[in-house]
T-cell receptor, first 114, second 112 residues
């Protein structure tokens, strides 16, 4: 399995500001995804991070709020823009070799918005 | 929206007992994966079962898949206090680019 790191591991932010979360993998991977886990809830997919092109967003998530970059096969960023307390969640990236095999998750970024 | 539903939502057992968690889903899938999460930390991948497989084992874990009923179960045998965690099933819907849709999760408590 790949070694996945996320930065920051946690942050406390003021409403109206933005935070960029980084996801780094120790090997090239085809698939990268971003998920959100609200307090006490399960995981919800935000978007698929596509290398070299715009991310594919799930229903209810938009690029202006959650811009995503994926400049290469080992790195991606998720920005949470114009934050409100409702954005307080754990944000996790995941990676997979392809659509048929295991998907592994990073340690997550715990975000609290005041 | 969530693809899967899991039951029970919470399960409390004694050490040494077996724990069974069930997962149901709605659409055709490539595979189904089970994860463990301890206290809101990262997800640990437990096991993947493909749509053409019916049963899979890994250590004390046994997973079954019934595609006709669109359901799966995870059995943990001889449970330990360290197994206390939340368990999630996640399906990879067919022709959806590999994304995972998560169930609501089962919170397992194993008492020593």
């Amino acid at each position: 399995s790949a070694v996945i790191s996320q930065k920051p591991s946690r942050d406390i932010c003021q409403r109206g500001t933005s935070l960029t979360i980084q996801c780094q993998v120790d090997s090239q991977v085809t698939m990268m995804f971003w998920y959100r886990q609200q307090p006490g809830q399960s995981l919800t997919l935000i978007a698929t991070a596509n290398q070299g092109s715009e991310a594919t967003y799930e229903s209810g998530f938009v690029i202006d709020k959650f811009p995503i970059s994926r400049p290469n096969l080992t790195f991606s960023t998720l920005t949470v823009s114009n934050m409100s307390p409702e954005d307080s969640s754990i944000y996790l990236c995941s990676v997979g070799r392809d659509r048929y095999n295991e998907q592994f998750f990073g340690p997550g970024t715990r975000l609290t918005v005041l | 929206s969530q693809q899967g539903e899991e039951d029970p939502q919470a399960l409390s057992i004694q050490e040494g007992e077996n724990a069974t968690m069930n997962c149901s889903y709605k659409t055709s899938i490539n595979n189904l994966q089970w994860y463990r999460q301890n206290s809101g930390r990262g997800l640990v991948h437990l096991i993947l079962i493909r749509s053409n497989e019916r049963e899979k084992h890994s250590g004390r874990l046994r997973v079954t898949l019934d595609t006709s009923k669109k359901s799966s179960s995870l059995l943990i045998t001889a449970s330990r206090a360290a197994d206390t965690a939340s368990y999630f099933c996640a399906t990879a819907p067919y022709n959806q680019g590999g994304k995972l849709i998560f169930g609501q999760g089962t919170e397992l408590s194993v008492k020593p």
